[in-house]
């Protein structure tokens, strides 16, 4: 069995499509445990008229609605659902992005034919819009991303498209659940779990990951008491103690150079000093040149964040 937990905050846009793509799965062995975190909009009313409809169809002793009475954040609520699952695989689903309907039984047909130290598996996806519409591939080859023992890999760049991963349950289990001190779940999950599991790349497109102004990821932009790059800090530290080797210890700062950079760009600036501080604990870490103007330029409070995001907005 494969549980599916879909944490909803807000998406009342966008649920009843995400809540639809697991019922068109053809994949049947599944249960889904939804948890509204407390939203102030009608998600929680289009969740409860959706799977008044499937009652029909036989889905409701495998669909549990868990309704929070206070915000949790995402951490928070996917424990309490996770506590409740059952599958031997356990998918987090966001509450605005949709499943294609081979995910499953791609994802769990190739977990058969892997060993037991393989703990995760993930794809390729779209990316689409708010109105649906695609906007790119995330991962358009499959030569640069890595497989198998990619810790080291994750220190060093982004690669994994969250929404895509199928992981055992039993990795949860060891970690037990997602860190609920953290702002975010995926990068710490990932160090976590990809020190004791190896993962596999599956190259087909499972999923379609939606961007949304003011969701989760984009609070990374934030200027001032960003609370994300906050959490990243707490995440690295847990790497630091979790490194072996020392090309590991470079490639963690490659990661403190990008998100002290970010901090910065952001306006974060105290926690500018916090990365150098934490750059500094690092074994046989290189001081650049670089980071000497970002830190007088940082202790100056040169704002510099509109720049930043014309910058964003001509990229992307």
């Known amino acids: 069995m494969v549980t599916i937990i879909c944490l909803c905050y807000n998406h009342a846009a966008y649920i009843a499509e995400a809540l639809k793509s697991v019922f068109a799965q053809t994949y049947t062995a599944w ?23 499937h009652v029909q169809k036989g889905y409701t002793q495998y669909v549990h609605f868990i309704q929070n009475t206070e ?3 995402n951490c928070k609520s996917f424990n309490l659902a996770y506590r409740q699952a059952r599958g031997e695989y356990v998918l987090d689903l966001a509450g605005d992005d949709v499943l294609l309907p081979e995910r499953l039984a791609s994802q769990v047909a190739l977990f058969q034919t892997l060993p037991a130290d393989y703990g995760v598996v993930f794809s390729n996806a779209y ?5 649906g519409e695609i906007l790119h591939t995330h991962q358009a080859t499959a030569e640069n991303v890595p497989t198998g023992d990619i810790y080291e890999a994750l220190l060093r760049r982004y690669f994994i498209c969250t929404p895509t991963m199928l992981m055992r349950r039993q990795v949860l289990q060891d970690l037990g659940g997602y860190d609920e001190t953290l702002s975010f779940e995926d990068f710490d999950f990932w160090i976590r779990s990809a020190r ?10 499972t999923t379609l990951k939606r961007k949304v102004a003011g ?44 998100h002290l950079r970010q901090a910065f760009f952001t306006q974060n600036f105290d926690l500018v000093a916090q990365y150098e ?18 830190r007088f330029l ?6 510099v964040f509109g720049l930043y995001r014309l910058y964003l907005k001509i990229r992307f």
């Open 31 to 53: 249960e889904l445990l939804i948890v509204d975190d407390a939203s102030t909009d009608d998600s929680a009313k289009t969740i409860q008229n959706l799977l008044a409809t």
């Open 71 to 73: 915000n949790q954040g």
């Open 127 to 131: 990316h689409i819009n708010t109105q």
């Open 196 to 205: 004791a599991y190896k993962y596999h790349y599956q190259p087909e497109i």
């Open 215 to 258: 969701s989760l990821s984009a609070q990374f932009y934030r200027t001032k008491r960003n609370i994300h790059l906050q959490s990243t800090l707490k995440v690295l530290e847990k790497a630091r103690t979790l490194n072996r080797t020392i090309t590991e210890h470079q490639a963690l700062q490659v990661c403190v150079s990008y």
């Open 277 to 294: 501080a934490f750059w500094r604990t690092i074994p046989q870490a290189r001081f650049p040149y670089w980071l000497r103007i970002v």
């Open 298 to 303: 940082s202790k100056s409070r040169i704002k």
